[in-house]
């Protein structure tokens, strides 16, 4: 059966013998919902079918957060008022979509985790979390290699920072000119960005991936 949905630019998307893939790892505790209570949503897609899902990456950028106060740490600043409002916001578009994670990805810093806290109640279920050192701390390589380590999942967010972020998402497009001319514009606080390919890690690494929508703040208010 295939499976058609729209993209936030108006594309057309048409997947065939396309499935819902069981969450990741162990099997998490599900908010109660029935499938018919899900839509695709303002922004979303919706796959059914009896077959293999397309990979789907969700690349998030933290949110706005505060200038460290004197004698802290830069991993250790919180996001601002504007930040939590934005992570609330994505949280909120994204519930409408009915979006299961098999694993999420998270730098280790304040700003990163409390993001990724925030946006959590807009999936259905998460079905495994890890908290990264190197997603703060290292180059865009480490969100690469974030993601191959975990080759059975289906549906991945990765929470980080900036240069890193945007070289990563920019890599991983990096065949397809209309996406790289879409993310030279830059992706703020908060900004998000899903990308699909069919065969996983394997073409996010050689740029194979497809941009389907670059959510911005601005846009979701």
């Not at 997603?135 to 920072?161: C, F, N, R």
């Not at 703020?188 to 740029?207: L, S």
């Amino acid at each position: 059966m295939a499976a058609q949905a729209l993209s936030k630019f108006g594309t057309e998307i048409a997947w065939t013998s396309t499935r819902i893939v069981p969450p990741f790892g162990r099997s998490p505790q599900r908010k109660p919902n029935r499938l018919s209570d899900c839509s695709i949503g303002r922004f979303g897609l919706l796959a059914l079918s009896m077959d293999v899902a397309p990979y789907r990456l969700f690349v998030l950028r933290h949110a706005h957060s505060s200038w460290a106060l004197p004698g802290q740490r830069d991993h250790h600043r919180p996001l601002d008022e504007r930040g939590k409002d934005d992570a609330e916001q994505l949280g909120r578009v994204l519930a409408s979509e009915c979006l299961s994670l098999d694993i999420a990805f998270s730098s280790t810093a304040t700003r990163a985790r409390s993001t990724l806290d925030l946006v959590a109640p807009g999936f259905q279920s998460i079905g495994k979390t890890e908290w990264l050192d190197e997603l703060y701390a290292q180059g865009s390589d480490a969100y690469l290699s974030a993601i191959k380590s975990a080759p059975e999942a289906h549906t991945v967010l990765i929470v980080g920072h900036n240069p890193m972020i945007e070289e990563f998402t920019m890599s991983a497009v990096r065949e397809d000119q209309e996406a790289i001319d879409r993310l030279r514009a830059g992706m703020p606080t908060c900004a998000f960005a899903e990308i699909t390919c069919d065969n996983g890690p394997a073409d996010i690494e050689a740029g194979k991936g497809r941009l389907m929508r670059l959510l911005l703040p601005r846009e979701m208010a």
